[in-house]
């Protein structure tokens, strides 16, 4: 049997109908985005369609782009070539795509380019990221600020963070760790807290004259090494 002829695209009907895409995708996605239709009739004034140019500074009757030209070569059979970066003469950074319409016989006879100008996204992205940046976690893992209900809760915490590090019962600890305790909690500022030296000395088992001479001592040790 011999081949059917394959049934040619009425080329001038298509383009009608991808001007009308063109206007739907600009209106879809506003100011930002650019959509451009290129009949690749006459690759020097393929530009047939274009919205929101200002984006580029294209107008109806411009050319095609080199990116574009490469796009028609005998050995490129992809019609999607999506969401890849462009930047225009004035150092707008954009987010492009392009879509490849064929004949029956496989022949590139238009195309739809979409950019989407992004540079006043990442702008706003890049003050958003600076607004909310915190300090990284301590690699020990211990919070920078707990956000206790009461001034207990967070005394005991403080405590807890420090016992933490000695290891062991408050019955088995000796005299140096305990004074240890202490200069660390002292120099938190733990003691310019009301009721702090009773609470230490209750988790301690010692008493709060204990507490107040191994305050003494670190203050001293902390002078010390001011001088």
């Not at 650019?34 to 690749?40: A, P, Q, S, T």
């Not at 140019?53 to 070539?81: A, C």
């Not at 004949?103 to 607004?131: K, V, W, Y």
């Not at 933490?164 to 807290?193: C, H, T, W, Y």
Request: hydrophobic content about 40%; charged content about 30%; proline content about 2%.
């Amino acid at each position: 049997m011999p081949k059917k002829k394959a049934k040619q695209i009425d080329r001038s009907a298509l383009i009608e109908i991808l001007k009308l895409v063109v206007d739907g995708i600009a209106g879809t996605f506003g100011q930002r985005c650019e959509v451009i239709l290129h009949d690749l009739r006459d690759v020097r004034h393929s530009i047939v369609k274009i919205a929101n140019g200002h984006i580029t500074g294209r107008k109806e009757g411009g050319s095609f782009t080199d990116f574009g030209l490469k796009l028609l070569k005998p050995e490129i059979k992809d019609n999607l070539f999506l969401n890849y970066a462009t930047t225009t003469t004035s150092g707008r950074r954009l987010k492009s795509s392009t879509i490849m319409f064929r004949d029956a016989t496989g022949r590139p006879i238009a195309t739809i380019c979409i950019n989407l100008d992004l540079t006043d996204i990442i702008h706003f992205n890049s003050i958003i990221q600076e607004f909310f940046q915190v300090l990284e976690q301590p690699q020990n893992g211990e919070k920078i600020e707990n956000f206790e209900n009461d001034i207990s809760q967070a005394l005991n915490e403080m405590v807890q963070l420090v016992l933490r590090k000695i290891n062991k019962p408050a019955a088995n600890m000796n005299r140096d760790e305990k004074l240890s305790i202490v200069e660390e909690l002292e120099a938190q500022g733990f003691f310019l807290i009301r009721g702090s030296v009773k609470h230490l000395a209750e988790k301690l088992k010692v008493s709060k004259f204990s507490i107040y001479s191994y305050m003494e001592k670190a203050r001293t040790k902390r002078g010390g090494l001011r001088s």
